[in-house]
C-alpha cells in the first residue's frame, strides 16, 4: 500500500510540472533532425555541385608603349575613357623622325644621281677593253707573223690590262652605289615607320586603364602609358584537384560575383589547365625532397559566360564563387 502510494506521489508530481519543462524534452530531437536534414542536402549537394572562392574575374589588358622616344605632344584620352579600334589615343613630337627622314631621302638621291654617273663609266670602260682586247689580238697575230714589232705588242698588251683595271674598277663602284642605295631606301623604310609610330592608335576596342602619361611627357621606347582593358571577361576558378574526378567543358555554372551579391550569372565551363597552378608557375616545387609534406593541388579551370554581362560592371581581378554542376 505504501508503495502504490509513493508511486501515484509520483505521477502527481510529474503531472504538475509547468508547460515549458514538457516541452524541452522534445527540443533536442527536432533540432538535431534539422541537422540531420541539412547535413544530408548538404552531402547530397556536394556531390552534384562543386565550388570554390578561390576564383576571380579574368580579362585581356593591352598594355600600350611606344615605339620610338619623344615628348608627348597630344594626348586625346582620359581615365577610364571607352575608345574604338582605331581611334588615335596619342602623338610624340613627330619633327626629329620627318627631318631624319628627309635627310635620308636627299642621301638616297644624291646616290641615284651617283649611280647614273657611275653606270655611264662602266658603260665606257666595257667600250674601252672591248677595243683594247681587239687591238691587242690583232697586234698578237701581227708580231706572230713578224709584221708588227715588239714594242707594238707590248703597247696593246698594257693597254689592254689598263682597260680589265679600269672595268673592275669602274664596276666595284658601281656595286659600292649600289649597295648604298639598298642600304638608304631601308633606312627611308624605317624612318617612314619610325614616324608613324608617333602616333598611337587604338588596337582594339576597350576601356582605357593605368594610365600614367600626360602631355608633355618625355616617353621612352618600351614605356607603359596605359593599358587598353576589352570587354569580354571569364573567370578563372582554382579548384582542388579532388574536386576534378566529374568536371568537364560544357558544364552549367552558377556565378556569384562579390559586387552583386543578389545575382547569379550562367555560364559554363570551358577548359581545364592540362597541368597544377604549382607546376606552372615561374619556380616549381620540387617534390623529390627529404621534408616533403603532401598538400591539396590547385588546378585552374576557364569558366566562360552565356549571358550578357556587358551593362554590369565587371573587371579583371574581382572575387567571385563559381558552382559547377558537376552531375
Known sequence: MKEE?????IIEIEDKRPEY?????????????????????????????KSTDDAFIEGHVI????????????????DNQEVKKGDLLLEIDPEDYSAKLRETKAKLKEAKAALVNT???????????????ADYERYSKMHTKGIASKQ???ASSNKLTAAEANNKSAQARYDEIKASINRLEAE?????????????YASSDGRITNRTVEQGNYVQV??????????????VANFKETQLANMKPGQPVKIKIDTYGGKKFSGKVDSIQRSTGARASLFPPENAVGSYVKIVQRVPVKIVFTE?????????GMSVVPEVKVK
Request: hydrophobic share 40%.
Open 5 to 9: 502510494k509513493k508511486a501515484e506521489e
Open 188 to 200: 627611308v623604310d624605317q624612318d617612314e615607320l619610325n614616324l608613324s609610330y608617333t602616333k598611337i
Open 222 to 235: 618600351a614605356q607603359p602609358m596605359f593599358a587598353i582593358v576589352p570587354e569580354k571577361m571569364w573567370i
Open 63 to 78: 598594355t600600350v608603349a611606344p615605339r620610338v622616344a619623344g615628348p608627348v605632344l597630344k594626348l586625346n584620352i582620359e
Open 152 to 154: 707594238d705588242y707590248d
Open 308 to 316: 550578357d554581362i556587358s551593362k554590369y560592371n565587371i573587371v579583371p
Open 119 to 133: 653606270e655611264n663609266q662602266v658603260t665606257k670602260s666595257l667600250s674601252d677593253l672591248d677595243f683594247a682586247r
Open 21 to 49: 519543462l514538457k516541452k524541452r524534452v522534445l527540443v533536442p530531437s527536432i533540432t538535431g533532425i534539422i541537422f540531420l536534414l541539412c547535413g544530408i542536402f548538404y552531402g547530397i549537394h556536394t556531390v552534384y555541385y
